[in-house]
Each structure stands twice: as C-alpha cells, then as structure tokens.
C-alpha cells in the first residue's frame, strides 16, 4: 500500500516551547490530510482535516491557535503544537488521503511536554 | 458526537474459531466504510473497506458486512490467528467528503 511517514516518531518538549510534528506521502499525491490525537486507551479523536493550499478545517474543541496545521503540498503536512503544555501530552498520527480511497496513517508521534 | 460507535471494548476468541467485531454509525451521509487494526504506538493499518454500493466484501480471511438498512456493519475473521490480536478500528466517511470518523476500537485477543 501506500507509504506515509511521520516524523518524528517520539519527542520530547519543555513546557512552553513549540514542536511541529511532519507528515509526508510519499508514493501518492495527498488531496486530503487528517491529523488524530489518541489519548490512553480511547478512540482516534479527528482534530482537524486540510486540503492541500486552503486552511485546515478543524473539529470543535480543537484550538487552531495551538494546534497550526499548514498543507503547503499534496505531499507535506505539518502541525505545529504552539507553546505546549503536558496536557498536549498525547501520540498524534496524520493520515493522507486520495480522493475516494482508504487514508494511509503515518507511523505516529508520541508527544511528552515535561 | 459519537457518529461511529464500536459497542464492545474486547472480544476474546479461540484460535481457529471466527471473530466478529461490530459498528454502527448514525449519519445515513456516509458511504464509505473501512477497518484498520492498531498495535500500541503505531500508527493503524488498512485492512479491508466497503463502500455503500455493497453489502460484502472479502479478502482472504476477512470479510466485511455493511447492513445500510441497520447502519451496521461488522468485521469476519476467520480463521482467527494469534497475530490478529490488536486494536480494531472501524471508521466511516463520504466519498465526496474529507472527513473519516472513528469508533472507539475493540481490542481483540486471540487465544492460542
């Protein structure tokens, strides 16, 4: 199947600071990116879907101060936690999607704000 | 909003024996339906999908049942294999739409 990647897999940031968190097809072009948040032992919580060149439309709840999510290409999407707290705490997964075809997940970033 | 809901947080079931994991969903706008498995810290896998148009479809041991009717659709496998112990994710979106809504997952344990 297609190949998505996720970088970087595991980070760990000072409370305050600012991390991005990279999302890249690599073998398709991406009409649609979806970026998830999992939190222990529940679902996967949509937080916001972009198209590639118009902003990213976010689900309610999620801050789109905080969370910055650019779709600069069919292949490259990026979200960026602003000033991060330990709550953002969290294993965050982006998806690529074609139009009308399954979403390929990346391999997902385990966030820890300390 | 839970659009996409997986009732059963486990399931637990013999080797060699079927597996089957249910989901429901509430919005009649979705038409495209898909199951990805998750192991801990990695992001999930496709498995198999189904789009409205049908109401089965298989792919060597799994197979994917989607009653439109009930709003139900329900993930077969069989036979189940240790290896197949994960998380199940059923998920559903619009072909003409971007979003894709999860359910909460069942967690599946093969026996040996």
């Known amino acids: 199947g297609a190949v998505v990647s996720q970088h970087p897999s595991r980070v760990i940031c000072k409370s305050g600071t600012s991390v991005k968190i990279e999302c890249r097809s690599l073998?398709?072009?991406?009409?649609?990116m979806f970026w998830y948040r999992q939190f222990p032992k529940k679902s996967l919580m949509l937080m916001a879907t972009?198209?590639?060149?118009?902003?990213?439309?976010?689900e309610q709840g999620v801050e789109k101060d905080k969370f910055l999510i650019n779709h600069a290409s069919l292949t490259l999407s990026t979200l960026t936690v602003t000033s991060a707290h330990p709550e953002d705490s969290s294993f965050y997964i982006c998806?690529?999607?074609?139009?009308?075809?399954?979403?390929?997940f990346g391999q997902g970033t385990r966030l820890t704000v300390v | 909003d839970q659009q996409v809901k997986q009732n059963s947080p486990s399931l637990s079931v013999q080797e060699g024996r079927i597996s089957i994991l249910n989901c429901d969903y509430t919005n009649s706008m979705f038409d495209y339906f898909l199951w990805y498995k998750k192991y801990p810290a990695e992001g999930p896998t496709f498995l198999i999908s189904i789009s409205s148009i049908k109401d089965k479809n298989e792919d060597g041991r799994f197979t994917v049942f989607l009653n439109k009717s009930a709003k139900h659709l329900s993930l077969h496998i069989v036979p189940s294999q240790p290896g197949d112990s994960a998380v199940y994710f059923c998920a559903a979106s619009g072909m003409n739409n971007n979003d894709m809504r999860f359910g909460a997952g069942t967690r599946l344990t093969v026996k040996p």
């Open positions: 998806s690529a999607r074609q139009s009308g075809t399954e979403a390929f």
């Open positions: 073998d398709f072009q991406a009409t649609t």
């Open positions: 972009s198209n590639e060149g118009s902003k990213a439309t976010y």
